[in-house]
């Protein structure tokens, strides 16, 4: 793969996390494939950007020191076949900074032909990625394990949230609309309920559309093994570094327990089981 297109995954995943496809239709399942789309460009804006205020020669000149300095061939490196050198062995010659930058900036998933395209230009030189990025938040998919099969306090209140939000979800109007005394529905021409739209329909729509993509990833996927019990049993209250207290595990972002991990977490009462193997 390129470096360019290596790059703005990398970066697109960065902001919305790792995202579903349908193969058959190549549209993504978890956010809207356009939006996906304008991320990947202020993505590889992002790039464009870094890749014109790199000092490129300085570049250059600090690597050749660095393996100059380090990597210097040894006699038996001189031994080896051609091809079998070591990691660090590069056999490029003459390369300057210009040529560098485009050939980070080079899309091409094949060789490029730099006879008919000399210059990869700067082409998103004037997008605004700030906003593009702010918008795709809203579909970022959290990397952590799935818990679909998981419970908790916590699990519980954000799938109530999420079920209520998919259920207020609403293509066409939401207002039942009365008579003058308030008392009786009005129809329309064809007989049916008269029905209006609220006059923040679409704004509302759209942030249950955003509050539904965020709290996907917590979704049930099954019932959770065990019993209530058993579950409120196995649970472990662990420390870290930060002082806070989680529960089973530390959270993303957050420095895990060290090795002696016991001795970080709470000391519960014994079981009656355990008293009586004690006895």
């Known amino acids: 793969m390129p470096n360019q ?78 091809g079998e050198g070591t990691p660090w062995e590069c056999s490029v ?5 210009e040529c560098l930058r485009h050939a980070l900036l080079s899309p091409e998933t094949g060789a490029h032909r730099w006879e008919d395209r000399p ?48 259920s207020a979800l609403r293509e066409g109007p939401t207002e039942h609309l009365y008579t003058d005394d308030g008392r009786g529905l009005l129809h329309d021409e064809h007989g049916a309920w008269a029905m209006a739209y609220d006059p923040d329909h679409d704004q509302i729509q759209r942030v249950l559309a955003t509050v539904v993509a965020l709290l996907a990833p917590w979704r049930s996927t099954g019932r959770p093994p065990g019993t209530a019990t058993q579950r409120r ?28 991990a016991r001795a970080r977490t709470l000391n519960r009462p014994p079981s009656a089981a355990q008293e009586t193997d004690r006895s």
């Open 5 to 82: 297109l290596a790059a703005v995954r990398v970066l697109t995943e960065g902001v919305v996390g790792p995202q579903v496809w349908d193969g058959r239709t190549g549209e993504c399942q978890t956010m809207p494939t356009d939006l996906y789309y304008q991320l990947e460009d202020a993505m590889a804006a992002v790039l464009e950007r870094i890749a014109a205020a790199v000092n490129w020669p300085r570049l250059l000149l600090e690597a050749s020191w660095r393996h100059a300095t380090l990597h210097e061939k040894t006699a038996e490196d001189e031994k080896r076949p051609a």
């Open 233 to 260: 049993a196995a649970q472990q209250g662990v420390r870290c570094d930060c002082g806070r207290l989680w529960a089973d595990r530390v959270g993303p972002g957050h420095t895990r327990p060290p090795s002696g």
């Open 93 to 97: 010659r003459g390369v300057c900074g």
């Open 119 to 166: 210059e990869v230009p700067l082409t998103r030189s004037d997008l605004d990625w700030a906003p593009v990025t702010a918008a795709a938040l809203a579909h970022r998919r959290s990397t952590s394990p799935p818990r679909g099969r998981e419970s908790s306090a916590a699990l519980t209140e954000a799938r109530t949230v999420l079920s209520r939000a998919e």
